[in-house]
C-alpha cells in the first residue's frame, strides 16, 4: 500500500511488517538469497532448494496460516493470510509466494474435509513444513470447467484407481503430495460425482511427460505435464465425502484468487518501489527522470491502482473471514480479476520508466514484470473472473420495479422508477 492503509488494524500492520522482516532475516538467506532468486529464473532450482524453503516457511509460521494450531496451522485469518503472500511476493519471488499459497487453500481445504487420517498423515506435516505440494487441477482439454475433467478414478476394494493426465502441474518434479480432483461418478458437466485424491509423488504409475518449466515467466517450479497411469490411491486419501468435492474445490478457489492476486500485488509493489527510486536519482537534460510529467504521472497511476486493488482484496478476505470460503464469491473476483491486471500493469509501467536499464536483470524489475504476467490466468484467468462479477453483479444490480416493457418504446412511457 503506497497511502495510509484504513482497511487494516494496527496489528494487522504490525503482522505485515514483522512477516516482512522475518523473510529477510531468516528466510531468503544464505542458500536462499538473491542467488537462488536468479536460479529459480533460470529454471535451476532443485529438489533441495524447495525442501529447505518450506521448512524454513514453516518455521516462520507461514503455512497454512487460518488453520488451527493444534493441526500445524498459523491459528489466524484470511486477513493474515493474504498479508502473508504480499509479503512473499514482495521480499521473496511470486514462485515463492505460490508454494505457500498452495498449503493455505489446500491445507484450509484438508482440515474443514479431511478425515482424522488425512488430517494427521498429510495436513500436520504439510504445516509443519515436510511437504512441498503439488496441485494437479488443469488437464489438456479442461482448466476452469472442473466439471468435464477426463482424469477419473474407479473403486477396486479399499482403493481408487487413478487414471489421467494434468499439464501446467507446478512442483510437478519436486512434490512428496499431489492434490488431484477426479471424476470417481456421475457424468461428464455433473457437478455431482468429484472427488479430491491425495497421491504421494513416488506413487508407481505417477510419471511426467512433458517438462513445461521454460516459461514467459514464473520460472523455477518445475512445473510438468503428468499421468496417472493405473495410480493406486488408498480409500483414507480421498478428501471429504466420495463424489462432492465440488463445492469443496470452489470454495478453495474463493481463496486462491485472493493469495494469487495479493503476492502479484506485492512483487508489483516493489518494482515500483525501484522506479520511482531510480527516476527519482537518475538525471535526464540536468534534472531527475521524476521531474517529468510522463514518468511521474505513470508512478501516480500505478501507485493508485495498487491501493485499490489492495483494498478491494482486503475487503474481500474479511467476507472469507465472516462467512466462510463460499462467502464473498462476486468481491473475490473482482479483487482478483482487477488486482491481477493492476499487478502486471504496475510492474509493466515501472520497467516503462526505467528505461533499456529496466530490461537487464541489472534491476529485478524485468523478472517481476514477467512473473506476474501469470497471475493473470493462473487460478482462473481475469476474463473468467469477470464472468463471476457480471453474474452476480447483475444480480445485484437487477431491480423488480424497472419498467422492462417501455424498453424500445419510450414514446408510451419510461422504465425509470424515479419517473414513473
Keep these: 500500500m503506497i497511502g495510509e492503509d484504513t482497511s487494516l488494524t494496527e496489528a494487522e500492520r504490525e503482522y505485515l511488517e514483522e512477516t516482512v522482516e522475518t523473510l529477510r532475516s531468516d528466510v531468503f538467506v544464505g542458500d536462499l ?27 516462520a509460521g507461514l503455512l497454512g496460516i487460518s488453520v488451527p494450531e493444534e493441526y500445524n496451522g498459523g491459528g489466524l485469518g484470511v486477513v493474515e493470510t493474504v498479508l502473508a503472500e504480499q509479503a512473499l511476493g514482495y521480499a521473496g519471488t511470486i514462485v515463492h509466494a505460490c508454494q505457500v499459497s ?18 494427521d498423515t498429510y495436513l500436520k506435516p504439510l504445516l509443519d513444513g515436510e511437504v512441498v505440494l503439488a496441485q494437479a487441477f488443469t488437464e489438456p482439454s479442461s482448466g476452469t470447467d472442473m466439471a468435464h475433467l477426463d482424469t477419473s478414478a474407479r473403486r477396486e476394494g479399499e482403493e481408487w484407481v487413478l ?111 525501484i ?5 527519482d536519482n537518475r538525471i535526464v537534460n540536468e534534472r531527475p527522470l521524476s521531474r ?12 493508485t491502482k495498487l491501493d485499490a486493488a489492495y483494498l478491494l482484496n482486503t ?7 465472516e462467512g466462510g470460503l463460499s462467502a464473498g464469491r462476486m468481491e473475490g473476483a473482482m479483487a482478483k480479476a482487477f488486482g491481477n491486471d493492476a499487478a502486471h500493469e504496475v510492474a509493466d509501467t515501472a520497467m516503462q520508466v526505467m528505461g533499456g536499464v529496466g530490461t537487464t536483470t ?28 457480471q453474474h452476480d453483479a447483475y444480480d445485484e444490480l437487477r431491480d423488480d420495479a424497472f419498467a422492462g416493457e417501455y424498453v424500445g418504446a419510450e414514446l408510451d412511457g419510461t422504465p425509470w422508477v424515479e419517473q414513473r
Design 33 to 59: 538469497d538473491q542467488d537462488h532468486f536468479r536460479a529459480l529464473d533460470e529454471n535451476r532450482e532443485s529438489a533441495a532448494d524447495w525442501q529447505e524453503f518450506v521448512s524454513r516457511a514453516g518455521d
Design 102 to 119: 498452495l498449503t493455505q487453500h489446500i491445507g484450509r481445504t484438508l482440515y474443514e474435509h479431511g478425515s482424522d487420517h488425512v488430517r
Design 163 to 273: 487414471n489421467g493426465e494434468k499439464r501446467f502441474v507446478d512442483f510437478a518434479r519436486y512434490g512428496d503430495l499431489f492434490v488431484v480432483p477426479a471424476r470417481t461418478g456421475g457424468e461428464a458437466g455433473d457437478r455431482d460425482g468429484l472427488s479430491i485424491l491425495l497421491v504421494e509423488g513416488d506413487a508407481d504409475g505417477l510419471s511426467i511427460e512433458m517438462d513445461l518449466s521454460d516459461w514467459h515467466g514464473f520460472r523455477g517450479t518445475g512445473a510438468a505435464w503428468i499421468r496417472f497411469d493405473d495410480v493406486h490411491v488408498p480409500a483414507e486419501n480421498v478428501v471429504g465425502d466420495p463424489g462432492a468435492a465440488w463445492s469443496y474445490l470452489t470454495n478453495e478457489l474463493n481463496l486462491e484468487h485472493l493469495t494469487i492476486a495479493r503476492y502479484c500485488l506485492g512483487a508489483a509493489e516493489r518494482a515500483l518501489e
Design 275 to 279: 522506479a520511482a527510486n531510480y527516476t
Design 292 to 303: 517529468y510529467q510522463a514518468v511521474n504521472h505513470g508512478i501516480a497511476d500505478a501507485a
Design 315 to 321: 475487503r474481500a478476505a474479511r467476507l472469507l473471514d
Design 362 to 389: 541489472l534491476y529485478p524489475v524485468e523478472r517481476i514484470q514477467r512473473d506476474v504476467r501469470a497471475g493473470r490466468f493462473l487460478g482462473g484467468a481475469s476474463e473468467v473472473m469477470r464472468s463471476i462479477v
